[in-house]
Each structure stands twice: as structure tokens, then as C-alpha cells.
């Protein structure tokens, strides 16, 4: 994954009807991304584990989403195994099973930089199946301002829970 690249080419993708920018500053910002689903939050939550069947191979380290894990256990890793070792992309740190999901760490290139992120996962049910809300905060130093990369996180994640969502109607 290039930053660069990343930055440029995510900047014009499409975004769900509820991703925003919640809050953003020099030293960090909340993004959160919103969509219902037509299945039972299980059934999501479910979905959501199999990581590798949803998320894009452009935005790994290894071009194959099919390389993603997510062992929901607490200190389990949500990890990406590369042709010359891995990658841990978050570690999760509170499971309710069906319900919530939070994990830690810092996504894409904010690995390389001195943050730390929290990534909240919640499933509620609704009349219809279920809403889905990822909420991720990042803090720390952000060489030119976080302000400035929350558009792009928005965007990149905001695409991700998209394909989440159209995996679900599969």
C-alpha cells in the first residue's frame, strides 16, 4: 500500500449515505460509517468476522483480501499474512458476541506513524435486520495535521463497510 497513491486514488471514491467526519484536529479524528442491513445482527457480526470475503485486496499490504483473519477473542488479531511475514492490523480488545466489536490499532499508513487507533464495531437490531455503525478514532503525531487524513480514513473505511454491506445480500 502506497500512501501516497492511497491518498490521491481514495480522495474520489463514493461513500455510504451515513459516513461523516465527526470530529477532526491536528492531533486526531473520528470517523464513522452507518449502514442497515437485512439481516439479524448475528448474521452481520458473523459476516463482519469473515473479513477476507468483504474487504478489498487494494487496500492490503498483500493485494489478497483473502490473506485477512479476524480471531474474535479477546487479544485476538484482526492480521494479514504477506509473502514475507505479516501484518497485525488491529487487536481486539471487547467482544459481545452479535452485538459489539472493539479492536485497536492504527490502519493503512497511520501504522507508520506515531498513533493509536480504536476502531468500535456495533450491531443493533432494527425492524428491517440490523444497522451497523463503525466508529475509528485515531490520536497521536500526524505529520501535517490529522485533519488533514480523516477525509481519507473516511473514504477508505467508508468503501470497506460499503462492501460489507453488499456482501450481506449475497
Known amino acids: ?36 442491513a437485512a439481516v439479524p445482527p448475528g448474521a452481520a457480526f458473523a459476516k463482519f468476522q469473515d473479513v477476507g470475503s468483504w474487504w478489498s485486496g487494494e487496500h492490503t499490504y498483500s493485494g489478497q483480501a483473502s490473506n485477512l483473519s ?39 499508513p497511520l501504522l507508520y506513524l506515531a498513533t493509536a487507533g480504536v ?16 466508529d475509528y478514532r485515531a490520536a497521536g503525531f500526524f505529520n501535517g495535521g490529522a485533519d488533514k487524513i480523516a477525509p481519507v480514513v473516511d473514504s477508505v473505511l467508508s468503501e470497506q463497510v460499503k462492501r460489507l454491506g453488499a456482501s450481506l445480500t449475497r
Open 119 to 134: 476502531m468500535d464495531v456495533q450491531f443493533k437490531r432494527t425492524p428491517k435486520g440490523s444497522q451497523i455503525t463503525v
Open 70 to 108: 479476524l480471531a474474535l477473542s479477546p487479544g485476538g488479531c484482526w492480521c494479514e499474512r504477506t509473502p514475507g511475514g505479516g501484518v497485525q492490523h488491529m487487536q481486539v480488545i471487547y467482544v459481545d458476541r452479535g452485538k459489539r466489536l472493539v479492536m485497536s490499532g492504527s490502519l493503512g
Open 1 to 36: 500500500m502506497k500512501p501516497c497513491a492511497l491518498a490521491l486514488g481514495l480522495a474520489l471514491l463514493p461513500s455510504p449515505a451515513g459516513a461523516e467526519v465527526v470530529a477532526a484536529s491536528a492531533n486526531g479524528f473520528e470517523v464513522r460509517q452507518t449502514i442497515d
